[in-house]
């Protein structure tokens, strides 16, 4: 099937002759149909299938007629990262490039008002990270209730980087009437439960068997102990013809170890994580796209959805903590039909997370050997359990065992540890009876007695206490001073009652100014009603003052 058989625009269909496509693949031969029809779809497909243009390409022969309005725009799509949403975005700017449709890219890291301006102005295709999209929802400068598409990418993804919630929110917002697509290249069963929830009579469109890796990718798996795991890698590097690759680790901080470790050996590397600023990861990925730097070492941030045109190697330097992620890492490498390869260093303890990945892609890792270094095997998996609790790493069933067995009672007796030098040395030593006097002792003897020391005489010398008295002698002496103090009292109130020169209580012969002065009567006339006309009364009040 050719693609302008798929019912596609004639601009769309000239922008992808640009590009030299001309026949779909097999989620873009399902998938754009049924969007193109407006239905619900639920797609699935290995990574590097082309699901991005499964829902770019009908997307824009559908938005084509119409026109957005300021700050509503006409279709929405979520990504988990910033670097799969750019890359998105890129899509529509090369298969929309003859249609006059504007976009806007919210992602963190950018400039607000320079994404403001662009909803000011209407979009018709909206590309953002939940995070974003809350903040400028929040704002005001965003509404969401003309929404016609709405696109999830990258489902399993948003899953497990905990935006869900936010999903939620923002699916509350829009309208009712809408066309809502999934699209993964996983699908555990707490994505097919949100899909059941958000998607109205789906199509779904699986093309391949979920989480399952492209059969262009040859896989094999080096192991060998977690120290000898950077010469390793770098022997891969020296063999293996490399024209770019990604190196995953699991840690961020591991990243810059391992970014140092390379460059002192030579090689051309650069890192990539989320704990980076936007432009530095902008500017690292553009350069890595372009050849100016062949090794990127970098996180789980790059293994969902980044397209790299042929890229030749993926190495996972750690063993994935997720068997879903084993499969987004190795499928950034033989994309688009090509041959990729894939390799993973693993260590003995890391048994568990090889055999999840195995059960996972229903398939055993062919193991290759590095030259001069020491072949291992897999450890037991009980062996490798993580442990729990005690000293010694035995855990609370283990040391019950050990005390079920005899315990302590199997350790020999203190007496019969005979053997060690210390005991030997101890009996060597001789009797405390037999050891000769210590200068010390010697020195303590010669000193001066305490009685003999003679005393100081600048001491202040301590006053005699005086013989506490009895209750009896302190209440009388408590009540001889209560009497004492009540004569002088009354003797002194008949000395002041007494004294010609006392105070005199009032103005006495004495009268002040103001109070001789007189009084000036105030006249008031009362109202009086006028008989000449009867339906006026006046009340005059007057008050004279000389």
Do not use: W
Request: proline residues 5%; aromatic residues 4%; hydrophobic residues 35%.
């Amino acid at each position: 099937m050719l693609f302008s058989e798929l019912g596609l625009g004639p601009d769309v269909l000239r922008a992808i002759e640009d590009k030299g496509y001309t026949q779909p693949t097999p989620i873009q031969e399902q998938a754009i149909p049924c969007v193109l029809q407006g239905l619900d779809v639920l797609g699935c497909a290995q990574t590097g299938t082309g699901k991005t243009a499964g829902f770019t390409l009908p997307m824009i022969s559908i938005l084509a007629s119409g026109r957005a309005r300021a700050r509503m725009p006409r279709s929405l799509i979520l990504e988990p990262t910033r670097e799969l949403a750019a890359q998105v975005a890129e899509s529509f700017e090369t298969y929309g490039k003859y249609n006059k449709l504007s976009m806007a890219l919210l992602i963190g890291g950018e400039n607000f008002s320079d994404q403001v301006k662009k909803l000011d102005r209407g979009v018709d295709v909206l590309i953002a990270t939940p995070g974003r999209l809350i903040d400028l929802f929040e704002r005001g400068n965003i509404m969401l209730n003309d929404i016609k598409i709405f696109v999830i990418d990258e489902a399993d993804r948003m899953l497990d980087m905990g935006f869900i919630p936010d999903i939620e929110r923002i699916v509350s917002k829009l309208p009712k009437t809408r066309q809502t697509l999934f699209f993964s290249a996983t699908m555990p069963p707490e994505i097919r439960r949100l899909a059941d929830a958000f998607l109205t009579q789906p199509k779904e469109v699986t093309v391949a068997p979920p989480a399952s890796p492209a059969e262009t990718v040859t896989q094999a798996m080096v192991l060998v102990n977690e120290m000898d795991k950077r010469k390793a890698l770098r022997h891969l590097l020296n063999t293996e013809d490399v024209k770019n690759a990604f190196i995953f680790c699991n840690r961020k901080r591991d990243i810059a170890v391992l970014q140092k470790s390379l460059e002192r050996h030579g090689f051309n590397v650069g890192a990539l994580h989320g704990d980076m600023v936007q432009s530095k990861r902008t500017e690292t990925l553009e350069l890595f796209k372009k050849g100016d730097i062949s090794l990127l070492v970098c996180s789980d941030v790059a293994a969902r959805g980044i397209d790299v045109q042929g890229l030749s190697h993926v190495f996972n330097f750690d063993v994935p903590l997720s068997a879903d992620d084993y499969v987004h890492r190795i499928g950034r490498t033989g994309r688009a039909g090509k041959q990729g390869r894939a390799f993973m260093l693993a260590s003995p303890d890391d048994v568990k997370l090889v055999g999840a990945i195995t059960r996972l892609i229903k398939r055993e890792i062919p193991m290759i050997a590095v030259d001069g270094l020491e072949t291992v095997e897999f450890g037991d998996e009980d062996a490798v359990r993580p442990r729990r609790g005690g000293r010694g790493g035995h855990s609370g069933r283990e040391r019950s065992e050990q005390r079920g067995r005899g315990g302590r009672d199997e350790r020999p007796a203190r007496e019969e540890r005979s053997d060690r030098p210390q005991r030997e040395e101890r009996a060597e030593r001789p009797a405390r009876e037999d050891r000769a006097e210590r200068p010390q002792r010697e020195e303590r003897a010669e000193r001066p007695q305490r009685e003999d020391r003679p005393q100081r005489d600048d001491r202040p010398q301590r006053e005699e206490r005086q013989p506490r008295e009895s209750l009896a002698a302190a209440e009388a002496r408590r009540n001889n001073g209560d009497n004492r103090r009540d004569r002088d009292r009354n003797r002194s109130r008949r000395r002041d009652e007494d004294d010609d020169d006392g105070v005199i209580i009032g103005f006495g012969d004495h009268m002040p100014a103001f109070m001789l002065r007189s009084a000036r009567p105030r006249v008031v006339t009362e109202v009086v009603e006028n008989t000449a006309d009867a339906s006026t009364n006046t009340a005059i009040e007057s008050s004279q003052e000389d």
